[in-house]
């Protein structure tokens, strides 16, 4: 794709909010920086227009809730045209975390996340979602 070439000009605080997400996200300069802003605003407009989505839920929950993983499986076959893969890992003697490929629109996909987050013994959900064009 060709590369084209602008100047820009930000206020100073904003350009040191920049020059943070460079730093923190350890991007090789600010072009890359502008270049994943401008691609996930783009994803987030395409997730409110309910665009077809691929991602990924990772939970955390605890392994001695003994309905619990029954009930994530329940949820999971519930949209079960959502989800692509699930691997659970034991993650030690009392945490298990599942990481639930998904793919669907983007409406279903967080509503999925939320019921699973909501279940009594998840001790943390996620759900990260990307466009897929
Ligand atoms: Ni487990």
């Known amino acids: 794709m060709n590369l084209k070439r602008f100047g820009v000009s930000l206020e100073e605080d904003l350009l040191a909010t920049l020059d943070e997400i460079v730093k923190?996200?350890?991007?090789?300069?600010?072009?890359?920086a502008i270049r994943f802003l401008v691609r996930?605003?783009?994803?987030r407009k395409k997730w409110e227009a309910?665009?077809?989505v691929a991602g990924a839920i990772v939970l955390v929950?605890?392994?001695h809730k003994r309905s619990l993983s029954s009930q994530t499986t329940s949820l999971q076959h519930e949209y079960h045209c959502l989800v692509l893969a699930v691997q659970h890992i034991h993650l030690?003697?009392?945490n298990c975390i599942e990481i639930i490929a998904v793919r669907g629109r983007a409406d279903r996909l967080i509503k999925l996340a939320d019921k699973l987050k909501a279940l009594k013994g998840v001790?943390?959900?996620q759900l990260m979602m990307t466009a897929m064009d």
């Open 40 to 43: 996930q605003y783009e994803s």
């Open 61 to 63: 929950y605890d392994h």
């Open 92 to 94: 030690n003697e009392h």
């Open 50 to 52: 309910n665009a077809d």
């Open 24 to 32: 923190s996200e350890r991007f090789p300069n600010r072009s890359q």
């Open 123 to 125: 001790k943390s959900g």
